[in-house]
């Protein structure tokens, strides 16, 4: 068995899940999600903890278990606290506003970029050159924030583009002539 797996999923107060025939869902403070299972996995309820066993010993279970163990812990922790990834504009002229359901970002280009807000995910500019990505999926937040980088992604000369707020871009030396 997977050493991630064995290690059962808390359920704090506030926390509840419901195991069904398709998936597992964990309701809490801030929404619920749902996980689908493959088949081979099991996951049991057992008072205030989720544990994930493989049903066989079949090749690569192990690790869809223990893959479904940080998933649902994942989820737990997305439903009490919630997710956010902090991004930065650096550049002159760099610039982030959010209207309604979209998020409008000038990076340089000779075109204004509209990004529309996925649904779950949650995006505020509290200055010009900051913007925070906030929702209770873990993968939904990670990849919107993801996407919103890779329309101008850091250059490794001056550093312009759109960075997380702890990534350090290590610059190259210009050309010598």
Same mark, same amino acid.
């Given at each position: 068995?997977?050493? *991630?797996? %064995?290690?059962?999923?808390?359920?704090?107060? $506030?926390?509840?899940?419901?195991?069904?025939?398709? $998936?597992?869902? *964990?309701?809490?403070?801030?929404?619920?999600?749902?996980?689908?299972? @493959?088949? $081979?996995? @099991? *996951?049991?309820?057992?008072?205030?903890?989720?544990?994930?066993?493989?049903?066989?010993?079949?090749?690569?279970?192990?690790?869809?278990?223990?893959?479904?163990?940080?998933? /649902?812990?994942?989820?737990?922790? =997305? *439903?009490?606290? =919630?997710?956010?990834?902090?991004?930065? /504009?650096?550049?002159?002229?760099?610039?982030?506003?959010?209207?309604? @359901?979209?998020?409008?970002?000038?990076?340089?280009?000779?075109?204004?970029?509209?990004?529309?807000?996925?649904?779950?995910?949650?995006?505020?500019?509290?200055?010009?050159?900051?913007?925070?990505?906030? =929702?209770?999926? &873990?993968? &939904?937040?990670?990849?919107?924030?993801? #996407?919103?980088?890779?329309? &101008?992604?850091? #250059?490794?000369? @001056?550093?312009? =583009?759109?960075?997380?707020?702890?990534?350090?871009?290590?610059? %190259?030396?210009?050309?010598?002539?």
């Amino acid at each position: 068995m997977s050493r *991630v797996a %064995k290690k059962p999923v808390d359920l704090p107060q $506030g926390v509840s899940a419901t195991i069904g025939a398709d $998936g597992v869902t *964990v309701k809490g403070a801030k929404g619920s999600l749902t996980l689908a299972i @493959k088949s $081979g996995i @099991k *996951v049991e309820l057992k008072d205030k903890h989720l544990a994930v066993e493989a049903a066989s010993s079949a090749e690569g279970l192990n690790a869809i278990a223990g893959s479904t163990r940080a998933h /649902l812990a994942n989820m737990v922790t =997305g *439903v009490t606290k =919630g997710y956010e990834k902090k991004l930065e /504009l650096v550049g002159v002229g760099y610039r982030a506003a959010v209207q309604a @359901k979209t998020l409008t970002l000038t990076l340089g280009y000779s075109h204004l970029i509209n990004y529309a807000i996925p649904e779950g995910v949650t995006i505020e500019a509290p200055s010009q050159t900051e913007i925070v990505v906030k =929702g209770i999926d &873990r993968q &939904r937040v990670g990849q919107t924030a993801a #996407e919103i980088r890779g329309f &101008r992604p850091p #250059e490794p000369y @001056k550093g312009k =583009g759109v960075k997380y707020s702890d990534e350090k871009i290590s610059l %190259k030396e210009a050309k010598k002539k």
